[in-house]
């Protein structure tokens, strides 16, 4: 393992080169937005915060500027951070990783089997915060950001303002397929790229050529051609139909 710079969102522990060095993966998984490679002894955690990469590249590539973490591998080659904003991490975690402080609070995964319109009802039980809060409340629900949950309550036909205690189990049913329907469509596209985001190959996301209502203010929906519009919900902006979504 090569560390330049350890100072990312939090340090980069000092022994960690040493815990790694020989060990083997056993498994590698997502919980929320954090990636857990599984060791025998404990679990190394990244996370990407913002503006963070991971690639695969030959461990004797020239690093880049903002390349600060390398997981060198047995065949040559590295697993290389590029963080820019330095808000991602890489962590040791000993087991049970699902105790640790960053990953016990998370909420429900969206792609599990257990993901339903019952299981969110039953959380969303006398609470009057806007559903599009509620569903980027990451101890609800884990990885529906602003966009994705723009899409998912355009899909099923739900007003971001609505109170989450005041939807009917039947809509949503209609929501958490339209969450996992969304995810599953984006993770296809190769996710949104707006800015600067590109995948492990270098490649820009597309699904943002397949917005219905996200950035698309004032534009036809491709529902009803009503116009979209925009409104500001906890600092970020929110895109919907005015007729499509009641």
Known sequence: M????????????KDLPRRLRGERVSDIRRRGKYLLFDFPRGHLLVHLGMSGRLTVVPARTAPRKHDHVDIVLDDGKAMRL????????????????????LLRGLGLEPLDATFSGAALHERARGRRVAIKQFLMNGGIVT??????????????????????????????????????????????????TLRDFVSAEGRPGYFQHRHAVYDRAGKACPRCR??????????????FCPRCQT
Do not use: C, M
Not at 8 to 13: E, G, H, I, S, Y
């Open 143 to 192: 990885g529906v950001g602003n966009i994705y949950a723009s899409e998912a309550l355009f899909g099923a036909g739900i007003h971001p303002a609505r109170s989450a205690g005041r939807i009917s189990a039947p809509r949503w049913d209609r929501l958490a397929d339209s969450i996992r329907h969304t995810l599953e469509s984006a993770i296809d596209a190769g996710g949104s």
């Open 2 to 13: 090569v560390v330049r710079n350890p100072n990312l969102r939090w340090p980069v522990p």
């Open 226 to 239: 009503a116009k979209i519009r925009a409104i500001r919900q906890g600092q970020r902006s929110t895109f």
């Open 82 to 101: 590029n963080d820019s904003r330095r808000f991602g991490a890489v962590l040791w975690l000993d087991s049970p990783a699902e105790k640790h402080a």
